[in-house]
């Protein structure tokens, strides 16, 4: 059974770059046959979702326009994991980050967000 | 990209059933059938309800069906039940080849 688990700082200073991790167990991110993104989404405390963006296992990337300019996803080359960084983090960055799995519509369209992990807190404060 | 329009709140008694609304525009709602619904508890990770606009996830209660007309898909709950208490998301592709959110609804069931 596929499972989704967010590691990272859960403290971050502003202006500096949060990173987290996404460890996939029961499965793989890189795959000739796989039908799947991988995609990151935050909730700030007490307010709704926001996709941040999604992979695809070819490294194809899709991010979503309010943060294209700060932020990166990359697949390891361990094909268990994949990331996120996001710069010049200010307070407005702080919320629970979650990674998810994205299955795929016909023409591989990003689609529905099937599994999550748990999610993971990140504090943006000096 | 502007976030799909929910209403904050609704609410029902057990065994109502009850709609959730999710307006978006001619470039993600209305013109994909790429819609998902996901239902979030306090404190825990949101889980898919819907996808595809009316499809339902293996284990997910026939109680919740989905459906959509033009720029606008709805949620409809069937007797309800305490358990269903809950923050409900939507969510749509988009033509710029992007994923949006809805701002989310309260269910109270009363």
């Known amino acids: 059974q596929l499972q989704l688990q967010e590691s990272g700082p859960g403290l971050v200073k502003p202006s500096e770059t949060l990173s987290l991790t996404c460890t996939v167990s029961?499965?793989?991110?890189?795959?000739?046959?796989?039908?799947?993104?991988w995609g990151w989404i935050r909730q700030p405390p007490g307010k709704g979702l926001e996709w941040i963006g999604s992979?695809?296992?070819?490294?194809?990337?899709y991010y979503s326009p309010s943060l294209k300019s700060r932020v990166t996803i990359s697949v390891d080359t361990s094909e268990k994991q994949f990331s996120l960084q996001l710069t010049s983090v200010t307070a407005t960055d702080t919320a629970v980050y979650y990674c998810?799995?994205?299955?795929?519509?016909?023409?591989?369209?990003?689609?529905?967000?099937?599994?999550w992990g748990q999610g993971t807190m990140v504090t943006v404060s000096s | 990209q502007s976030a799909l329009t929910q209403p904050a709140s609704v609410s029902g008694s057990p065994g109502q059933s009850i709609t959730i609304s999710c307006t978006g525009t001619?470039?993600?709602?209305?013109?994909?059938?790429?819609v998902s619904w996901y239902q979030q508890h306090p404190g825990k990770a949101p889980k898919l309800m819907i996808y595809?606009?009316?499809n339902r996830p293996s284990g997910v209660s026939h109680r919740f069906s989905g459906s959509k007309s033009g720029n606008t898909a709805s949620l409809t709950i069937s007797g309800l039940q305490a358990e269903d208490e809950a923050d409900y998301y939507c969510?749509?592709?988009?033509?710029?080849?992007?994923?949006?959110f809805g701002g989310g609804t309260k269910l109270t069931v009363l």
């Open positions: 001619s470039s993600d709602v209305g013109i994909y059938n790429y």
């Open positions: 998810a799995r994205l299955s795929t519509g016909r023409w591989l369209v990003q689609d529905a967000f099937d599994i």
């Open positions: 595809d606009v009316n």
């Open positions: 969510g749509s592709y988009t033509s710029s080849n992007t994923l949006v």
């Open positions: 992979i695809y296992f070819t490294g194809n990337t």
């Open positions: 029961g499965g793989s991110v890189s795959s000739s046959s796989s039908t799947y993104y």
